[in-house]
């Protein structure tokens, strides 16, 4: 059985990158993997409406249909932390260093067995985690309807630091 494919923050709100080839690669990883189910922590799902809330409102009237249909149609799986993924985010030795935020998600990552997919510069690079850098940008496309949708929601544009 493959692992579960974790995404962060970064990984979602890097389609709407100010760097192309980021952009290219977040919206790939998605287009390529409609349907499958991807893991998120509500805390990353709230990370991204707080960045969105930041932009005016006719931004956000425009981002969040495509964000609203991605979420189901890609069968995205919200979860809270439980117990077990603070413990493990407290005594793992290679999450030492980490923020708070990154060793909660890593924390749930190695509980849930899977592996986290994101273009977060603090967690890239870094083999002894389980850590896939999506970095290839590609040329997938969203099913029709989405598709419009993402091409509207392209009004939203963030910077990496954002994230």
Known sequence: MAAERYIDASLFMGMHSVNEAVRLACKTFFAERMGQTLVMSLEHVGRCDDLVWRYPRAIQDEYYPF??????????????????????????????????????????????????????????????????????????????????????????????QDW
């Open 67 to 160: 964000m609203d249909n991605l979420h189901t149609d890609a069968a995205i799986r919200r979860i809270g932390y439980d117990e077990k993924s603070v413990r493990t985010a407290q005594s793992t030795p290679e999450l030492a260093g980490l923020d708070l935020g990154d060793r909660l998600l890593l924390g749930m990552v190695l509980n849930g067995g899977g592996e986290l997919h994101t273009v977060n510069p603090r967690l890239t690079g870094r083999p002894e985690l389980p850590v896939r850098h999506v970095a290839s940008p590609g040329t997938a496309r969203f099913p029709a309807l989405l598709e419009t949708l993402y091409e509207r929601s392209r009004v939203l544009r963030v910077a990496g």
